[in-house]
């Protein structure tokens, strides 16, 4: 199965900031997904990561917050935006073909 | 949307003990999945269902994929230390080739395991 690097790995961000998580699988998958997971809590999915179109947001999340990029079928970024202490949480990316994916270690941002 | 009920939310025991975790969806799945996350890692697939009925074995789990296709449990006999973790369940609608689908994930079990 594929092995996913993310970084960083953690991060303490200044309200109003951005910040760009990047995601580096070490094969080609077919799809990759950013999700989001408050410590001790589950996953849930931001967005499908397209490859070179636009995203695909889940209800309650949007372009503006979270822009997603991923030029290639091994690279993507989540983008959050304009934070606030809400942002506070693990961002987790996954990678997978077949059905089965793979995900990172994660990113624990901190918004202060 | 979909919903998967997972539970218990979270168990104490002692080692050597045998576990069992349980997940129930409001729709069907073609495909159940059960990841286990240690503190400050991502998931890690555990075992990997496709057929309504299966019972799938990795070393001591096992896991049955419901003949209704709505429900799915996990067994961990002869618990161990370093089964410490949350468990959590993923049910997803597509699997095979390069379609398949997003995954729903279970609010996940958390395990500890007594000495």
């Known amino acids: 199965s594929a092995v996913i690097s993310q970084k960083p790995s953690r991060d303490i961000c200044q309200r109003g900031t951005s910040l760009t998580i990047q995601c580096q699988v070490d094969s080609q998958v077919t799809m990759m997904f950013w999700y989001r997971q408050q410590p001790g809590q589950s996953l849930t999915l931001i967005a499908t990561a397209n490859q070179g179109s636009e995203a695909t947001y889940e209800s309650g999340f949007v372009i503006d917050k979270f822009p997603i990029s991923r030029p290639n079928l091994t690279f993507s970024t989540l983008t959050v935006s304009n934070m606030s202490p809400e942002d506070s949480s693990i961002y987790l990316c996954?990678?997978?073909?077949?059905?089965?994916?793979?995900f990172g270690s994660g990113t624990r941002l901190t918004v202060v | 949307g979909q919903q998967l009920n997972q539970s218990p939310q979270s168990m104490f025991i002692q080692e050597g003990e045998d576990v069992s975790m349980n997940c129930t969806s409001s729709s069907i799945f073609n495909t159940w999945l059960w990841y286990k996350q240690d503190p400050g890692e991502g998931p890690v697939l555990l075992i990997a269902?496709?057929?309504?009925?299966e019972l799938t074995s990795n070393g001591r789990l096992t896991a049955q994929f419901g003949i209704t296709r709505k429900d799915s449990f996990l067994n961990i006999s002869a618990s161990i230390p370093s089964d410490v973790g949350i468990y959590f369940c993923a049910g997803q609608l597509y699997a095979g080739g390069t379609s398949y689908g997003k995954l729903t994930f279970g609010q996940g079990t958390i395990l500890t395991v007594h000495p």
């Open positions: 269902l496709y057929k309504a009925g």
């Open positions: 996954s990678g997978g073909t077949g059905g089965l994916h793979t």
